[in-house]
């Protein structure tokens, strides 16, 4: 009979996120108008869906002090506290509010995140881009070093060089970033290597266009699609990095609340049959899976196919 | 051509309606056509691009392309209902009864396999015969296409052949079941005038010698006319007319046909040969290659203002290297190009900018010569506000004119990304990129040969105008002798990156000839349905006297 309830449930969460997605894609329609309008109304139910969590995150990130109703690093109680009205997901390992603590998380880890996702794609797309257009020494070189690089595990290389650099939040964003931009370069250069041997950027040279001109309108408008595709997924590896890293003490570090060292520090209550720790593990799998769902729908147009 | 009124019907098709899908709706592409085709018969369908011919021809095998649905109508092959029957029954007729040669053999083969494994697949899947006795018939279709070495090639890979002898095992291919029917989908589009002979030969005697009937796919009238017994014209999913060969081409009834036929007589006044002045543009003796090999081998010529220079020869006999050369693209290991009489620094890189003004280029791929995110305003505007400094007003205004320039409603256009315009628009775009530099020199490399004749025609007839306008000098390199009769002034015939001819075009089109030059000249197929088998017989007596 449990069973029977669990799949009832897990069957109306399915449904209400489904017609929450519907919702929200229909409303996005009418909010639109053009070209955005146009391209919503073919998005799936799933990209809906996916829009309105990142969404959510967004809001709840930007507005944290508004929403949370205690403060991050304030005790408000006794520790491991069970949920109530007080606190609705009871307390953590020093009495402080966990709803709260989740509040905060999503603004720190979101926002590490998207900056080291950023970070690295201006990095990353830059160098790759210039070294298929310029070619020759500079992308060897370039393409060595990166190949370098990756010849590293990525885990093992920035907890290296997390504990030769010291565990600052700045520190944390430019090492994940240096290493995530490899991969960025690799893709960046090989959709432009498929540009640049175009009648276009061949007619532009020929214009004596400059090399800035060139990678920035006739190449980069080209290879976007394929490029915003792939920061989607980068950033959902990024952000299971930095929770990773967090989770084995070299991330964020406390008291600032962060979801990956949150599901460390009430790890213990697991074993009493608790499930306060998977919420912000959850939390983090369900912007992961969110995030996906647009990025396939992105996938998707990029590559043109229709049915 | 042969009489087959008396044989019986082979395939019948009834008010056929094929819709296409494009954004969530579905719009019809061919709009109620009806099709009769007896035993042994060839038809002929011809139309522009987008008239719907290929998707008949697929229909006719009761098969569509992905995103189209046959929406109505009735095929019926030898007493089988296509559209009734079960998609195991199609199956088991395609390939068998029913064969298929699509445009590129290149493309189509697959180049993993050999081609004789290839071959050999239909029968054996259709259990027709034994893989061995495939084999064997594989050399004996392979000897009656007038494939060299039969015993052999079956056994090369794709990539090992050329494009004609490709495109010939791939019609030997589609003939291993000995099929009623074979649908031709353009089978010599993307041959050269020498080899397109040879594949039509073979192509026309194979289907007689088993008695095939066949659709014949083109758009090119003079093709057509060597191979059909009878013609079918489309127009945008729809029949123009339908009649035997010689009847189409002495008396069309339509005048959309008429206007198909009229396009090959376009023709210029030749303009008198220069003799004295600076030539605007002048390779002296270029020798140039990748790598160790040499593709130009010491080639020179002169253009003149106002003057087109055709540059014809077949692919690979280094056409677009000359070009390259002049562009700076590709600097030449001896010799020097001129222009105006001063040389040009042999790397474009270390051209000025004027330099680079002042000669343009037109390419033959619209779809990869614009810049497809880009919209009209930047892709004319951007060489006007780079080479003269336009802004604001004065740029758009000069936008407006190119566009009127080339025959587009700037109000209409100008916004418009080059997706959302047809093929011989975007070349147009292309014109007015290379004038928007205000140029005096222009290389226009194959522009009409991706067009639809009528398209191509217009294409030609503004270069034309603009050129008496703007006092502009074009190179103007094709494979295409029909263009080169319209357009040009002289003529430069190359082959194997030399230069076999050149002259005047009245000169080059009179004999004596180069015997290359009188090759490719007696390889452009003419209207004239007698033509081929007047060709294969003086050429054979030819061969008998050497």
């Known amino acids: 009979m449990n069973v029977l309830i669990t799949l009832f449930w897990i069957a109306v969460a399915i449904a209400g996120a489904m017609a929450a997605g519907w919702l929200f894609r229909a409303a996005a329609v009418a909010l639109t108008r053009g070209g955005t309008a146009r391209a919503l109304r ?34 408000v109680g006794a520790q491991f506290l069970p949920w109530d009205s007080t606190h609705v997901f009871g307390t953590d390992n020093l009495g402080r509010d966990t709803l709260s603590r989740l509040i905060y998380g999503a603004r720190n880890t979101v ?26 020494w500079l992308d060897q070189i370039l393409s060595r070093i990166v190949d370098i690089l990756m010849a590293i595990p990525a885990l093992i290389f920035s907890l290296l060089l997390l504990t030769i650099f010291g565990t600052s939040v700045p520190t944390l964003i430019l090492v994940i970033a240096t290493i995530d931009s490899t991969r960025v370069f690799r893709l960046a250069r090989s959709v432009a290597l498929n540009i640049v041997v175009m009648d276009y950027i061949e007619a532009a040279k020929l214009r004596g266009e400059g090399l800035w ?31 990773a890293l967090s989770f084995l003490g070299v991330g964020v570090q406390p008291p600032t609340a962060d979801w990956g060292s949150m599901v460390r520090e009430n790890a213990a209550l697991i074993t009493f049959g608790d499930v306060t720790p998977l919420l912000p593990a959850g939390a983090i799998a369900l912007l992961t899976v969110a995030v996906n769902f647009v990025v396939d729908w992105m996938l998707h147009r990029a590559s043109g196919l229709k049915e | 051509m042969k009489d087959t009124t008396e044989k019986p019907v082979l395939l019948t098709m009834r008010d056929i309606h094929i819709d296409g899908r494009s954004e969530e709706t579905w719009s019809p592409i061919i709009k109620g056509v009806d099709l009769t085709l007896r035993k042994g018969e060839v038809l002929g369908l011809i139309g522009e691009s987008g008239a719907g011919k290929s998707t008949l021809g697929l229909a006719a095998m009761g098969f569509t392309r992905d995103g189209c649905r046959i929406s109505g109508g009735m095929i019926d092959f030898d007493g089988i209902d296509l559209r009734k029957a079960s998609e195991t029954e199609r199956r088991a007729l395609r390939g068998k009864r029913i064969a298929y040669v ?66 010939r095992a791939m019609t030997a291919m589609a003939m291993s079941c000995r099929p009623d029917l074979i649908v031709f989908d353009e089978p010599t589009t993307a041959l050269d005038v020498t080899t397109q002979i040879e594949v039509l030969a073979a192509i026309r005697d194979i289907v007689a010698q088993f ?21 079918k014209v489309l127009l945008r999913g729809d029949e123009v007319e339908e009649a035997d060969t010689r009847t189409m081409l002495s008396a069309p009834k339509e005048d959309y046909t008429k206007s198909l036929w009229a396009v090959r007589s376009y023709a210029r006044p030749v303009q008198p040969p220069v003799t004295e002045g600076i030539p605007v543009v002048s390779v002296e003796t270029v020798t140039a290659g990748y790598g160790a090999a040499d593709i130009l081998k010491n080639i020179s010529f002169d253009i003149h203002k106002r003057r087109t220079v055709a540059v014809v020869g077949e692919s690979g006999s280094g056409k677009s290297t000359a070009a390259r050369v002049i562009t700076g693209l590709l600097p030449p290991r001896q010799g020097r190009v001129l222009f105006d009489g001063a040389p040009l620094p042999a790397d474009y890189r270390q051209r000025s900018r004027d330099q680079l003004r002042q000669a343009q280029m037109i390419y033959q ?16 505007g951007r060489p006007a506000q780079m080479y003269l400094g336009l802004q604001g007003k004065a740029l758009t205004e000069r936008i407006r004119d190119l566009l009127r320039l080339i025959e587009l409603e700037p109000d209409t256009y100008i916004d418009r990304l080059p997706s959302e315009l047809s093929g011989g628009q975007k070349q147009r775009i292309g014109i007015a990129r290379a004038l928007a530099a205000e140029p005096k020199f222009i290389i226009c490399d194959e522009v009409t040969s991706a067009l639809d004749q009528l398209v191509a025609e217009g294409i030609l007839k503004l270069l034309d105008r603009l050129q008496s306008e703007f006092d502009l000098a074009y190179m103007f390199i094709t494979h295409d ?47 004239d349905p007698d033509w081929l088998t007047r060709l294969l017989k003086e050429r054979e007596k030819k061969a008998g006297k050497g």
């Open chain 1, 111 to 136: 926002g590490i995140a998207f900056a080291t996702t950023a970070l690295a794609f201006a990095m990353g797309a830059i160098l790759g881009l210039l070294a298929a257009t310029v070619g020759g």
């Open chain 2, 481 to 527: 002798l029909a263009t080169v009769r319209s357009i040009a002034d002289e003529v430069v015939v190359m082959q194997n990156g030399r230069v076999v001819e050149q002259g005047p075009k009245p000169e080059m089109f009179q004999p004596p000839h180069d015997p290359y030059t009188e090759l490719l000249l007696s390889s452009v197929p003419e209207m």
């Open chain 2, 211 to 231: 008695d095939t009937a066949a659709i014949y796919i083109t758009h090119d009238l003079a093709v057509v006319a060597q191979m059909a017994d009878r013609i």
């Open chain 1, 213 to 243: 001109r060139l990678i920035t309108r006739e190449i980069l408008p080209n290879a976007l699609a394929p490029l915003v595709a792939e920061f989607g997924l980068r950033f959902c590896f990024v952000f299971l990095a930095i929770s």
């Open chain 1, 42 to 75: 073919t998005a799936p139910v799933t990209a809906g869906f996916g829009m309105l969590v990142i969404l959510l995150y967004v809001l709840v990130a930007l507005f944290a002090p508004l929403i949370a109703p205690y403060a991050e690093r304030e005790v």
């Open chain 2, 365 to 380: 791929m619209a779809d990869t010569a614009l810049n497809p995110k880009l919209r009209l305003r930047e892709l004319i």
């Open chain 2, 102 to 167: 699509a445009q590129s053999a290149a493309a189509s083969f697959n180049p993993a396999h050999k081609l004789i494994d290839q071959y050999s697949e239909a029968p054996v899947q259709h259990g027709i015969m034994s893989r061995a006795e495939a084999e064997r018939d594989a050399v004996e279709l392979y000897r009656r296409m007038r494939l060299p070495h039969p015993e052999e090639i079956g056994f090369r890979y794709p990539h090992q052949v050329s494009g004609g002898q490709l495109q």
